[in-house]
T-cell receptor, first 114, second 112 residues
């Protein structure tokens, strides 16, 4: 039982390049999320998917797109990377209902844009 | 607007020196307050959920408490392996998916 798996772990891009961050969960959770974490700031929500087939913008969606490929997988795409997107990106999953579950996080992708 | 602040920003303790971390929050309707531990280079790891004022949860040397405006994470007789960043988050009742708000964290160092 791996939980939430993110790839790659590290990435360096030049300004204007594109890339896709991959995330998969094996907990059968309905909801998946992408956050970014910057020094001195709390985790900020980029996009989320409440259930398979739906996606919605979070607090900081500009410059990103997402795809909920199936119940397990949720990818984040940077179409034209900018230095402001240098950050650590975390994927998370959760379930909801009478016994809401907390967010379960992957170990992150450390992205540097030069 | 929901907000979470944490204090102190950083805390250094000697092994065995007990202390508390603070999480102050404002939220339109609290569904839950969460504590996470984050080790360097890792994702946040879930510790506790608290749902209502007066509730307490314990795990080994950690105890989390909740009031209507604050939560405290008490660390009793800490060990060096307790060194980590501790994150607090609140979940409000509405706007599903956007309803987790995180604080910036407290970086705890426990010296042997």
């Amino acid at each position: 039982n791996a939980g939430v798996t993110q790839t790659p772990k590290f990435q360096v891009l030049k300004t204007g390049q594109s890339m896709t961050l991959q995330c998969a969960q094996d907990m059968n959770h309905n909801s998946m999320y992408w956050y970014r974490q910057d020094p001195g700031m709390g985790l900020r929500l980029i996009y989320y998917s409440a259930s398979e087939g739906t996606t919605d913008k979070g607090e900081v969606p500009n410059g990103y797109n997402v795809s909920r490929l199936n119940k397990r997988e949720f990818s984040l795409r940077l179409e034209s990377a900018a230095p402001s997107q240098t950050s650590v990106y975390f994927c998370a999953s959760s379930d909801y209902g009478p016994g809401d579950s907390p967010l379960h996080f992957g170990n992150g992708t450390r992205l540097t844009v030069t | 607007e929901d907000q979470v602040t944490q204090s102190p920003e950083a805390l250094r303790l000697q092994e065995g020196e007990s202390s508390s971390l603070n999480c102050s929050y404002t939220v339109s309707g609290l569904r839950g307050l969460f504590w996470y531990r984050q080790d360097p280079g890792k994702g946040p790891e879930f510790l506790f959920t608290l749902y209502s004022a007066g509730e307490e949860k314990e795990k080994e040397r950690l105890k989390a408490t909740l009031t209507k405006k604050e939560s405290f994470l008490h660390i009793t007789a800490p060990k060096p392996e307790d060194s980590a960043t501790y994150l607090c988050a609140v979940q409000n009742r509405g706007n599903y998916g956007q309803n987790f708000v995180f604080g910036p964290g407290t970086r705890l160092s426990v010296l042997p």
